[in-house]
């Protein structure tokens, strides 16, 4: 997620003269003309994408119009215990095949503290339609039954903060099990649509889509759930697309890029064999939009000591001979892995339809030059990527005490006379590497991180950091940083972390809070936008 060891998971504004405002769209025409032909921009595209949240009960992203694929997995309770962790009969798309005498087998959809803000509900609240197959007794909790009939149920959601809704399976006839079931939210949207209206309309206007939380989610790469098989991959089939679980299939990523008309980005599992990747990209060609690019790296922040990948990396690095330098063999196999899946996909797609990513960790520019000075990688990958947070320091254990102590003010000065500045010089210094080898910088994601790291709970902090987060300044200071970006960069492509997500002790990395947040109260998508739209 970020450029540190433990990871929680502006834009022009309008321009005052018409002098300023013509030199900003020079500079912006002379970069896209210069950008190399597999990472050149749209037509009709700022350089600007974005990053999705998970997929999980509590996400307030709301993606879906049928929140039932958003659901947590099934676990076991009775009528009078809320859990009892007894296993489940599932089948293999996860469908509850029979159930123990008084045995119920339950799920939340949309539920838990982070879908409120201010005591009021952010999803749609009315009447839901609940669809299924097969014959069994289905129970709602936090809504009610106003209408019932075989195969489909209407249910009225009108919950009290924090509340919001659930299911259970309380009887099953194993021999027609329940199935199938889903539960479509209030909505407008024309017969047969799978994404929720004002999901599509809020990434209006991004030029890629980094999918990276709906193949690994926050369990970020963990052996046990992220496939790397292709038997093991997610299905249409499954009953949830959960990214702690298995993650979202690769048709509905490609069917969200055709709707929004981005260029999808996929980070490939670093246990993911070569026939997953063949198999990956042969789907991603037979169903994306031809005239969208893919971009395509190996892992995730292979550099990272908190994620499974960096250990994996060294230890094949070592075991190829690629060094007998740990770090330099993790790096070397970083780089070799990157050209492997980008020459698979490029097999596949086409050379012109791939863009290969070679991410390196921001803070440390000489990684970047020993990757691309190795074996020749720099005239195998077609862009070098960084992610260029600001902020990070602030949380951090030695600034607890002088952050705890800080004033709005007096933490917008810190972040503007120093985390920007510092940010935009190790951009500027990875983008000079990137030059030299003929390559544009890019930015795999990126935006504030006010986030504590390290140290005891702190109210006062959070408080601090949620204010900063809403204040219109926090718009200003994106202008800034991007402006900054794209003066050290020539106009490279630049991905936000997340479009949407909730703002709390594990983070606030969504431009949004929650999906139809109003723009003015969402600095960062407001700056965003902007930037966009000029």
């Given at each position: 997620?970020?450029?540190?060891?433990?990871?929680?998971?502006?834009?022009?504004?309008?321009?005052?003269?018409?002098?300023?405002?013509?030199?900003?769209?020079?500079?912006?025409?002379?970069?896209?003309?210069?950008?190399?032909?597999?990472?050149?921009?749209?037509?009709?595209?700022?350089?600007?994408?974005?990053?999705?949240?998970?997929?999980?009960?509590?996400?307030?992203?709301?993606?879906?119009?049928?929140?039932?694929?958003?659901?947590?997995?099934?676990?076991?309770?009775?009528?009078?215990?809320?859990?009892?962790?007894?296993p489940l009969d599932l089948d293999e798309h996860g469908w509850v095949r029979s159930l123990k005498d008084g045995q119920q087998a339950k799920t939340l959809m949309m539920f838990g503290p982070p879908m409120w803000v201010d005591s009021v509900p952010r999803f749609p609240t009315g009447r839901y339609v609940v669809d299924y197959e097969g014959e069994g007794t289905i129970e709602y909790y936090r809504a009610h039954v106003v209408e019932r009939a075989p195969g489909r149920d209407v249910i009225k959601l009108d919950p009290q903060?924090?509340?919001?809704?659930?299911?259970?399976?309380?009887?099953?006839?194993?021999?027609?099990?329940?199935?199938?079931?889903?539960?479509?939210?209030?909505?407008?949207?024309?017969?047969?649509?799978?994404?929720?209206?004002?999901?599509?309309?809020?990434?209006h206007g991004y030029k890629v889509l980094r999918f990276i939380a709906w193949m690994f989610g926050p369990s970020n790469e963990d052996p046990a759930?992220?496939?790397?098989?292709?038997?093991?991959?997610?299905?249409?089939?499954?009953?949830?697309?959960?990214?702690?679980?298995?993650?979202?299939?690769v048709e509905i990523m490609v069917q969200l890029a055709n709707r929004v008309g981005a260029d999808p980005w996929f980070s490939i599992p670093h246990l993911a064999d070569d026939e997953f990747v063949r198999r990956f990209a042969e789907t991603v060609r037979d169903s994306l939009d031809p005239k969208l690019k893919v971009y395509v790296e190996h892992s995730n922040e292979v550099w990272n000591s908190s994620y499974p990948q960096k250990a994996y990396a060294q230890e094949r690095g070592l075991a190829l001979g690629l060094s007998t330098d740990p770090d330099e063999a993790r790096t070397r196999y970083h780089a070799w892995r990157t050209r492997e899946i980008g020459e698979i996909f490029e097999q596949?797609?086409?050379?012109?339809?791939?863009?290969?990513?070679?991410?390196?960790?921001?803070?440390?520019?000489?990684?970047?030059?020993?990757?691309?000075?190795?074996?020749?990688?720099?005239?195998?990958?077609?862009?070098?990527?960084?992610?260029?947070?600001?902020?990070?320091?602030?949380?951090?254990?030695?600034?607890?005490?002088?952050?705890?102590?800080?004033?709005?003010?007096?933490?917008?000065?810190?972040?503007?006379?120093?985390?920007?500045?510092?940010?935009?010089?190790?951009?500027?210094?990875?983008a000079k590497i990137a030059r030299r080898y003929g390559l544009p910088c890019i930015a795999y994601e990126g935006g504030q991180h006010l986030v504590r790291l390290e140290g005891q709970p702190n109210e006062r902090?959070?408080?601090?950091?949620?204010?900063?987060?809403?204040?219109?300044?926090?718009?200003?200071?994106?202008?800034?940083?991007?402006?900054?970006?794209?003066?050290?960069?020539?106009?490279?492509?630049?991905?936000?972390?997340?479009?949407?997500?909730?703002?709390?002790?594990?983070?606030?990395?969504g431009a949004l809070e929650y999906i139809d947040q109003p723009r003015a109260q969402a600095p960062k998508y407001d700056a965003l936008q902007q930037f966009m739209g000029n």
């Open positions: 997620m970020s450029d540190c060891q433990f990871r929680i998971h502006r834009v022009f504004v309008s321009t005052k003269s018409s002098i300023v405002g013509l030199a900003r769209v020079l500079i912006f025409l002379s970069a896209c003309a210069l950008l190399p032909q597999q990472a050149s921009c749209s037509d009709d595209r700022s350089p600007i994408g974005t990053g999705l949240d998970g997929i999980q009960y509590w996400s307030t992203e709301l993606p879906f119009l049928d929140v039932f694929k958003t659901s947590s997995p099934w676990f076991s309770g009775t009528a009078e215990v809320w859990e009892n962790h007894q903060p924090g509340e919001g809704l659930g299911l259970s399976i309380t009887s099953v006839n194993p021999h027609n099990y329940l199935r199938n079931i889903r539960v479509i939210m209030p909505n407008n949207a024309p017969p047969g649509e799978m994404f929720n209206p004002v999901f599509l309309e809020r990434l759930f992220t496939p790397h098989t292709w038997s093991a991959r997610p299905t249409l089939e499954d009953a949830r697309w959960e990214s702690t679980r298995r993650g979202v299939p596949v797609l086409g050379r012109d339809r791939v863009v290969k990513v070679l991410a390196m960790f921001t803070e440390m520019p000489d990684l970047s030059e020993q990757a691309l000075a190795w074996d020749g990688t720099a005239s195998h990958v077609n862009a070098l990527a960084i992610a260029p947070y600001f902020g990070y320091e602030l949380g951090l254990v030695e600034h607890n005490a002088r952050v705890e102590r800080m004033t709005l003010d007096e933490l917008f000065q810190e972040l503007e006379t120093h985390a920007l500045p510092e940010a935009n010089q190790f951009t500027i210094q990875q902090i959070e408080q601090l950091f949620n204010a900063a987060n809403r204040d219109p300044r926090m718009g200003r200071l994106y202008t800034r940083y991007l402006e900054d970006w794209s003066r050290a960069t020539g106009g490279q492509l630049f991905v936000h972390l997340m479009n949407c997500g909730e703002s709390g002790s594990a983070g606030r990395w």
